[in-house]
């Protein structure tokens, strides 16, 4: 065999041992691979072809591990996944009994797709603001920078709506066995899927409950008859879940609480209910279901006595603590206090219609808003700024609720609507600015409106002798204060249509 032929023989059998194997399939079974190759072609060799030879191999196979280190890295660094951001929208509709699948509860998958996801539910119970509320802040002012957390802020929608615990039957007792011919069947086992996904590791649910719960009889406010302000566990221990020691994370919650008490009196306490030893009511909750199929599960009360803001600033402590233990990360959009809490839920708040053609801000909202543009099919389709949000028809009107508080009643004009879309020419201030219908303009002193062709302009609150309401500039000083939309008269509608249809609308808010 001449020398030429065993140094191609080599090359040749050097590749096929390198590079034979399929990379994608074999790239980790070849990290510690040994190239062998026949002793007789390697004595064949004369010794300088021989070193060459071996110096390109090695250099191959630094290659080759590079490769591999280089793969293996970008398996590591590869970004995580975040949840695709979602809008809720929803129709008006008639709430009754046979309507009950128009209010099916929203989930909000926040943060980053991964195994340890934290699912938070609140509004089993429709007469338990502080629980659903506290859900809802956390889908819509907290932003999820490392983990999984997925919202249920309404998961009995229609008894937040109708205010009540329950009105076909407390939900919360519905996870043991339940008929299907049940009106609410279809949610249990909806959120029962969701208990079940394997990625979901830690439950918490979240309740209003009367009085203060104390270990030790106090009075009859005080006692352990009572589920305010406790962090409640079925068991103590969990065996085979990644969350097991239930009564460690429990009472790491109820230190956490603690520690940022508005008084002493809403001093949180574990409270173990010991399912498993025979509590019939218990073994029919959700949180003793989630035990069941191998989930940790928790209760967090706060108390009824305490205003709707408290109760919320107690569940968010609660809820914070909780994504601490799972290794989540967050970013709150305000300060955790009471006080501003209250700012929030009161005033953060608005909805939009008919495809942004009408934007309302509801933090100050008229009982009833008269002669407001409903499409005449008498559907009205919106988007909430929060998802407990809904608009229910009643007769001959329109409730917005947010939760289990009425808002504002519509009194419908039914009326066709247009699908143009028309900026108008607004000049605010003496400033002139193009604006979209759907917008809310804030003027400081006087605003005019500039005349489109084939529109006819309407502003709410305003009347002169010409009937002419466009080229005029006007002040707050010329508004009729009852037509605002707004309780304070700050806040006036423009309205805007063409062909007798119905085109759009925007608001102008006097400054205060």
């Known amino acids: 065999m001449n020398n030429r032929f065993t140094h191609s023989f080599f090359i040749l059998s050097l590749s096929v041992i390198l590079f034979g194997c399929h990379e994608k399939n074999e790239i ?5 691979t040994t190239v062998k190759v026949d002793t007789k072609i390697k004595n064949s060799i004369p010794s300088k072809e021989k070193k060459e030879l071996e110096k390109e191999l090695e250099k191959e196979l630094e290659k080759k591990e590079e490769k591999i280190a280089l793969v293996k890295k970008e398996k590591k660094t590869l ?7 979602e809008t ?12 009950i699948k128009n209010f099916d509860f929203n989930i909000i998958k926040k943060g980053f797709k991964n195994n340890n996801t934290l699912l938070i539910v609140g509004g089993i119970q429709g007469d338990e603001p502080g629980g659903f509320m506290a859900a809802s802040l956390i889908a819509t002012h907290y932003e999820i920078t490392k983990g999984s957390v997925w919202i249920v802020p309404n998961l009995n929608f229609y008894s937040i709506i109708k205010r009540s615990r329950g009105p076909y039957g407390d939900m919360n007792r519905k996870f043991a066995n339940l ?9 249990v086992q909806r959120i029962k ?12 649910n979240l309740h209003d409950g009367s009085g203060y719960y104390r270990p030790k009889y106090e ?7 009572k589920w305010g302000q406790c962090s409640i566990i079925d068991q103590e221990i969990l065996k085979n879940s990644k969350y097991s020691d239930l009564l460690s994370i429990s009472n790491n919650v109820v230190k956490h609480v603690n520690k940022n008490l508005i008084t002493d009196e809403h001093i949180y306490h574990l409270h173990n209910t010991r399912t498993r030893e025979g509590d019939k009511e218990m073994e029919k909750t959700l949180t003793y279901y989630a035990i069941n199929q191998g989930k940790a599960a928790f209760g967090n009360e706060a108390s009824k006595n305490l205003p709707t803001h408290q109760r919320i600033y107690y569940h968010l402590l609660a809820l914070e603590k909780y994504m601490d233990t799972m290794g989540i990360e967050y970013k709150r959009k305000f300060n955790l206090n009471d006080q501003v809490i209250k700012n929030i839920i009161d005033n953060d708040i608005e909805i939009s219609l008919y495809n942004n053609k009408i934007t309302l801000p509801l933090s100050k909202v008229r009982n009833i808003l008269k002669y407001f543009p409903v499409k005449n099919d008498g559907t009205i389709d919106f988007i909430p700024s929060n998802p407990l949000m809904s608009i229910v028809k009643k007769k001959n009107e329109y409730i917005i609720y947010y939760g289990n508080r009425r808002l504002s009643r519509l009194k419908p004009d039914y009326i ?3 699908n143009d879309n028309k900026n108008v020419i607004i000049q605010i201030d003496n400033e002139d600015k193009d604006v979209p219908l759907g917008s809310v303009i804030d003027v400081k002193e006087k605003f005019k409106i500039y005349p489109i062709k084939d529109y006819r302009i309407n502003i709410i609150g305003y009347t002169n002798t010409t009937k002419k309401e466009t080229n005029i500039p006007i002040n707050y000083e010329k508004m009729m204060k009852q037509f605002s939309i707004d309780k304070d008269g700050l806040i006036y509608r423009v309205e805007l ?11 102008v808010r006097f400054d205060s």
């Open 179 to 187: 008929s299907k011919n049940d009106p609410e069947y279809e949610s």
């Open 193 to 204: 899927n969701y208990i079940n996904d394997k990625n979901v590791k830690l439950i918490v």
């Open 219 to 225: 009075d009859k406010n005080h006692s352990p008859y």
């Open 79 to 85: 970004p995580p996944v975040s949840y695709p951001k």
């Open 497 to 507: 249509y063409t062909k007798e249809k119905f085109a759009g609308m925007i608001l």
């Open 88 to 99: 809720i929208q929803r129709f008006s509709s008639i709430a009754t009994k046979s309507t």
């Open 28 to 32: 980790n079974k070849q990290e510690n």
């Open 416 to 418: 066709d609507y247009t």
